[in-house]
């Protein structure tokens, strides 16, 4: 059973910083691209940065800069840094495992980022 369990999400004011965890079990990490997207109220989920097995990274323009995904696959855990958070960062973070290779993939429940004063 594939297991997608994030942690870190709370509420910061603006400026301030965060740290998302996601913890995968169930499938074989190192191979996976693991990924964060979010979802703000009344809009479509989206990319907010992903990692190969390999360590390449990719990032939404609207966070370069500012977070940063590593991952540590002797934990099966990916990581999300955020730091000087926005107002417009606020939204459902989400964990997401793709198999480059057979096209499977798999969603965590998501954590609640919430950036305000």
């Known amino acids: 059973q594939v297991q997608l369990v994030e942690s870190g999400g709370g509420l910061v004011q603006p400026g301030g910083s965060l740290r998302l965890s996601c913890a995968a079990s169930?499938?074989?990490?190192?191979?996976?691209?693991m990924g964060w997207y979010r979802q703000a109220p009344g809009k479509q989920r989206e990319l907010v940065a992903s990692i190969t097995g390999g360590g390449s990274t990719n990032y939404a323009y609207s966070v370069k800069g500012r977070f940063t995904i590593s991952r540590d696959n002797a934990k099966n855990t990916v990581f999300l840094q955020m730091n000087s958070l926005k107002p417009e960062d606020t939204a459902v973070y989400y964990c997401?495992?793709?198999?480059?290779?057979?096209?499977?993939?798999?969603w965590g429940q998501g954590t609640q980022v919430t950036v305000s004063s």
């Open positions: 997401r495992a793709d198999d480059l290779h057979n096209g499977r993939g798999y």
């Open positions: 169930g499938i074989m990490f190192r191979i996976y691209r």
